[in-house]
């Protein structure tokens, strides 16, 4: 009865299928190869000592992902919808970073103003991208993944725009630091661009009621206004803070070049960031979330991705391949498969007891 109570408990958790799912990736990388874990440490092109390893590149490319996991969690809980306009809001975000940074001159010999100047534009670019999409939603009932179909559509554009269609380089050797390693630190900062995220958030959800409002209005927004809780509010705010998770992230990726490609630039990230939402077991429909769940999903992404890429996935299949697991992942953490799965362990239980 014990045993039975506590598999009825791990199934029940929200963080039973991104767990599962990771032992299963890291059990078939094992078996394939089992170097797969191996970490070493070496230098990198300047001399300065780095960790490498699929572990390494794990924990450094799903940092972005799991940053914007963050914000989309809060978007799908409050709105009941998506924002698929995540890349294209990047892109945006970062080309107005260059901006800032470079001036008016595509090649300049020095950076124009200090890199946390043009890091506070791009934040406050990104929450003004965000407060747009909010206001769609909000206020003018726009279904989400309808209204930020606008700046999908036309984000990469106006970022192409925003530097008269140049490719602007950043001189500053400090610059690619935020996308890669800080001399004599061997750890990625991604990882701990990322911490401090999930560290500020989690203050955030403890001390403030933005985590009670947020799922309130996910769950009955009429109930939620009799409450005294401001729908439309806490609707912008979710995207707003989205927009800075994006911001996060644009800093991340222009770092790890110090230029952008509009077009490529966190192509199909967002797609990325809703399966997160969704593998973490939070329901797309709004309402209740765990956002840990969520973060967890977006490494599970980002181990697939690179699992994928081992076993030597061309790349212009990979998405076809991801969607077929990431869908088996997600039927399998939907309440009703949970609901089902209890009660066949519940059928299960008894007929073992009469055999006895």
């Known amino acids: 009865m014990n045993k039975q109570k506590i598999f009825k408990r791990l199934v029940s958790n929200q963080l039973f299928i991104p767990l599962i799912a990771l032992i299963i990736l890291a059990v078939i990388n094992l078996i394939n190869d089992p170097g797969f874990f191996r970490i070493t440490l070496g230098t990198n092109n300047a001399g300065n000592p780095v960790l490498s390893g699929y572990l390494i590149t794990i924990l450094d490319y799903g940092s972005e992902l799991g940053i914007l996991a963050i914000g989309m969690t809060l978007v799908t809980a409050a709105s009941g919808g998506q924002d698929i306009s995540v890349g294209a809001t990047i892109a945006i975000a970062g080309s107005a970073m260059l ?10 010999e020095t950076i124009q103003v200090p890199i946390i100047v043009a890091f506070l534009v791009a934040c406050i670019v990104g929450m003004l991208c965000g407060l747009f999409n909010g206001t769609l939603v909000a206020i003018f009932k726009i279904q989400p993944m309808i209204a930020t179909l606008i700046l999908f559509t036309a984000g990469r554009s106006i970022a192409a725009w925003i530097n008269n269609n140049e490719l602007p380089i950043v001189p500053e050797p400090r610059f690619s630091y ?35 409002y947020t799922q309130a209005v996910g769950i009955n927004e009429n109930s939620a206004r009799l409450n005294g809780i401001n729908p439309t509010a806490i609707k912008i705010l979710s995207f707003v803070i989205l927009g800075l998770c994006v911001a996060v992230a644009a800093l991340i990726k222009v770092s790890r070049l110090s230029t952008i490609n509009y077009s490529v630039i966190a192509k199909d990230i967002e797609m990325d960031a809703i399966l997160a939402v969704a593998l973490g077991g939070n329901a797309l429909s709004g309402g ?5 769940a969520s973060i967890l999903g977006a490494y599970v992404i980002q181990f697939l991705t690179t699992t994928l890429y081992k076993f030597n996935v061309q790349s212009d299949a990979l998405a076809a391949y991801k969607a077929v697991v990431v869908i088996i992942l ?9 609901e089902y799965m209890r009660n066949m362990v519940k059928k299960v239980a008894p007929a073992r007891k009469e055999v006895a």
């Open 99 to 108: 901006r800032v940074l470079c001036g008016g001159n595509s090649r300049p």
């Open 178 to 212: 935020f996308g890669g390693f800080i001399p004599g630190i061997p750890i990625p900062t991604t990882v701990f661009i990322v911490i401090a995220c999930v560290i500020v958030i989690a203050l955030v959800l403890k001390f403030t009621n933005l985590g009670l």
């Open 288 to 292: 209740k979330f765990n956002m840990w």
């Open 330 to 338: 997600v039927v399998f953490s939907a309440p009703t498969v949970r």
